[in-house]
């Protein structure tokens, strides 16, 4: 494949996971209803166990994925989604609604982690960098556009349209994956699969110094977001009363992210990752804290200009960071990259999930928890990022 053909189909596959809880908000209050959810806040649950789903099995991928290569399991992951979509579009019940978001969290754990993989079989360093950058500029379209396809869906059909399109969208994954993509790791550096190794390959990657302190920094990171990700319907919605208007409210705050995405993609090579980690937690870390402060003067609720005034520069700082610090704690583990890259994303989304859903379960009609919650794991990625640099070398810190 051209490389840009390459980056395309990438970010294709890793927006399938965002497209499948972004467009799906607009229609959470619906879904609450048509299947009779006995608090508001239970909603919440649709988007948390879709990402407890993607965690559960991100381990059990990364490793087989060594072991047999990414395409089978890549094209197997997603016909698992699919099921888990039909599961969902017939559900009679909240219960059975939620156990097809956690299949189709099971199947969207293959191109999340395996995307990764695939990436670091071909790059490393600075190069990976800006190449993840460059696939996350793609990708961020589907959040910042998602939530508006769902609005429009529901326009024309009820919330059962939007998990057909989930599922049209892994057909054409496995459709153009499946025959234009190469397999990325030949038969020569496959590892023999072993339940021992797996255990060996997650000791290596929370034990490592490097690695393991940025994958608890890119975890709060991330915890921080999913608090956003569970309550910004709510906060939107009811809060500032934006009603239809919300996908764009949400959409503008994406495009933050992808803004700056776009941007570390065409710096990261001569500025290097971890200055810009560090210039950008510093910005992230005092929006934050500015956020708080505001929100908390306001008594839960600023005025919504202010709001965007604080939290579009925050998410760009975000945006800056992610991308990043992935790819310093994949950096030094490129002879188990999908066991790795496994390992990272199963503790990151499954620790986010739980603390983002604590954020937003404390939903209490203010914007209160999630500021907290940006100002709190902001300082904590710091210290993490501190840690990691701590035993590291001038190489290493130059990257």
């Known amino acids: 494949m051209r490389y840009a053909e390459f980056i395309a189909l990438m970010a294709l596959i890793m927006s399938l996971p965002a497209l499948s809880t972004d467009a799906v908000m607009p229609a959470l209050p619906m879904i609450g209803h048509d299947l009779a959810t006995a608090d508001e806040n239970d909603r919440q649950l649709i988007i948390g166990t879709f990402m407890i789903g993607m965690a559960s099995t991100q381990v059990l991928f990364g490793p087989l994925s060594d072991s047999i290569g990414r395409k089978p399991l890549l094209v197997a ?20 609604m939620l156990l097809g978001r956690l299949v189709q969290g099971i199947g969207a754990s293959a191109p999340r982690v395996l ?8 790059f490393e360093g600075r190069q990976m960098a800006k190449t993840v950058s460059m696939i996350m500029t793609v990708s961020i379209l589907v959040p910042v556009f998602a939530p508006t396809v769902g609005q429009t869906v529901l326009l024309f059909t009820s919330w059962h349209g939007i998990f057909t399109l989930t599922v049209a969208m892994g057909c054409v ?8 993509m190469p397999e990325t ?5 496959r590892r023999k699969l072993s339940f021992r190794r797996v255990g060996a390959a997650f ?27 569970t309550s910004a319907q709510q906060l939107f919605q009811e809060t500032y009363g934006l009603g239809k208007l919300f996908p764009f409210a949400f959409g503008a705050l994406a495009g933050s992210l992808g803004l ?43 005025p919504l200009w202010v709001v965007f005034l604080l939290l579009v520069p925050a998410f760009f700082c975000h945006g800056m960071m992610f991308g990043n610090i ?6 030094p583990m490129g002879h188990i990259a999908g066991s790795a890259a496994a390992v990272i994303g199963t503790v990151m989304t499954a620790v986010a999930a739980v603390f983002g859903s604590i954020i937003g379960q404390a939903y209490d009609g203010t914007i209160l928890p999630m500021a907290m919650g940006f100002a709190g794991f902001s300082v904590l990625t710091l210290f993490c990022c501190l840690w990691a640099e701590g035993g590291g070398d001038k190489a290493e810190s130059a990257q």
């Not at 995307?115 to 071909?122: F, G, K, L, N």
């Not at 994954?173 to 234009?180: D, E, L, Q, S, V």
């Not at 790791?185 to 550096?189: A, D, M, V």
């Not at 560090?278 to 008594?299: C, E, R």
């Open 260 to 302: 700056a995405a776009f941007v570390n993609s065409r710096i990261v090579l001569a500025l290097g990752m971890r200055r810009l980690v560090y210039v950008a937690l510093t910005g992230m870390i005092t929006l934050s804290w500015s956020f708080l402060i505001v929100a908390w003067a306001f008594g839960g609720v600023p």
């Open 203 to 229: 000791v290596e990657v929370v034990t490592h110094r490097k690695t393991g302190a940025y994958l608890m920094a890119v975890t709060f990171l991330f915890s921080a977001f999913v608090g956003y990700l």
């Open 173 to 180: 994954i496995i459709a153009w994956g499946g025959f234009r």
């Open 115 to 122: 995307s990764v993989a695939i990436i670091r079989d071909q």
């Open 326 to 331: 992935n790819a310093m704690a994949m950096q």
């Open 77 to 96: 992951g997603i016909a698992l989604f699919g099921i888990g979509c039909l599961i969902s579009i017939w559900a009679p019940t909240f219960e059975v």
């Open 185 to 189: 790791l030949p038969p020569e550096k």
